[in-house]
């Protein structure tokens, strides 16, 4: 079995803009040529269907809850300053989510890989455990912040060289 590639992609087409001015540019993380969104979406769907139903059974409405299965990939890829070099996000090191947590909870040791569609990272975000070894990076143990949903996505393995080369702004 070889090795997963990652790429980063910026495209300023996708250049997210605040109502009051401002805003950032996500950079797109891709495995294996393919934006890890659409790998996320595919194992949320389940996982959100599930949640709307039971929302639905609960009282809620359609109109408040929106389309059945939307939830699922609903990110933003992250802003360069979690992704390039000197940033350590990507090597591992843990987000600093803005919540209280207890010192033990495992999300407190994993790195941001995707963030909410407002643009605000800690509102809605994904952590994976980041392993930097010698020759690889690991990326597994992925997580909703917000939510107990189940990840069965493959554990990436990539050369730490070609990695490494992805996360120097050009």
Same mark, same amino acid.
């Given at each position: 079995m070889g090795l997963d590639e990652l790429e980063v992609y910026v495209d300023s087409a996708h250049y997210v803009r605040w109502p009051g001015g401002g805003g950032f540019q996500p950079v797109e993380l891709r495995v294996?040529?393919?934006g890890l969104i659409d790998w996320v979406r595919e194992v949320e769907l389940p996982c959100a269907e599930r949640e709307y139903d039971d929302r639905?059974?609960?009282g809620?409405?359609?109109e408040e809850l929106g389309p059945r299965g939307a939830l699922a990939g609903s990110y933003l890829y992250p802003a360069g300053c979690h992704v390039f070099? &000197?940033? !350590?996000?990507?090597l591992g090191e &843990?987000? !600093?989510h803005g919540f209280g947590t207890e010192p033990e909870d495992p999300r407190n040791r994993k790195s941001l890989l995707l963030q909410c569609?407002?643009?605000i990272p800690d509102?809605?975000?994904?952590?994976?455990t980041i392993t930097v070894n010698a020759a690889t990076v690991v990326w597994s143990d992925f997580c909703q912040f917000h939510r107990p949903w189940r990840y069965d996505l493959p554990t990436f393995v990539f050369d730490r060289g070609q990695y490494e080369a992805q996360l120097v702004r050009v």
């Open positions: 294996n040529g393919r639905i059974a609960a809620e409405t359609a070099l &000197p940033s !350590r996000n990507l &843990p987000y !600093r569609t407002c643009g509102c809605w975000f994904l952590l994976a």
